[in-house]
């Protein structure tokens, strides 16, 4: 699976931004989709995630209100809509499909800015 993300920028705080991330092919129905990131000197981190069949969501306690995550299954695509941004959000996020066995499939990132 290659995925392909895009959608990040620079931003106020306060501000919005939607990040996507497309899979090469179909994700399998008991796969997960989900958003990680990287913020400067720090480990990657678990952002929000969903289930390919049900949608089910969870998220991290740092995003939750502000953050949803959703998915296209036609398109393959799993997209983080952001508000109300952070500084402390400015991060490369990282798109992640989990097979049913565990192994992560990782995207090239996307560079999230916030500005204070």
């Known amino acids: 699976v290659q995925l392909q993300a895009y959608g990040g920028g620079l931003v106020q705080a306060g501000g919005s931004l939607r990040l996507s991330c497309a899979a090469s092919?179909?994700?399998?129905?008991?796969?997960?989709m989900g958003w990680f990131r990287q913020a400067p000197g720090k480990e990657r981190e678990f952002v929000a995630a969903?289930?390919?069949?049900?949608?089910?969501?969870l998220y991290t306690d740092s995003v939750k209100g502000r953050v949803t995550i959703s998915r296209d299954n036609a398109k393959n695509t799993v997209y983080l809509q952001m508000n109300s941004l952070k500084p402390e959000d400015t991060a490369v996020y990282f798109c992640?499909?989990?097979?049913?066995?565990?192994?992560?499939?990782w995207g090239q990132g996307t560079l999230v800015t916030v500005s204070s």
């Open positions: 969903l289930t390919w069949r049900e949608g089910r969501t």
């Open positions: 092919t179909p994700i399998l129905s008991n796969y997960h």
């Open positions: 992640n499909v989990r097979t049913a066995m565990w192994y992560d499939y």
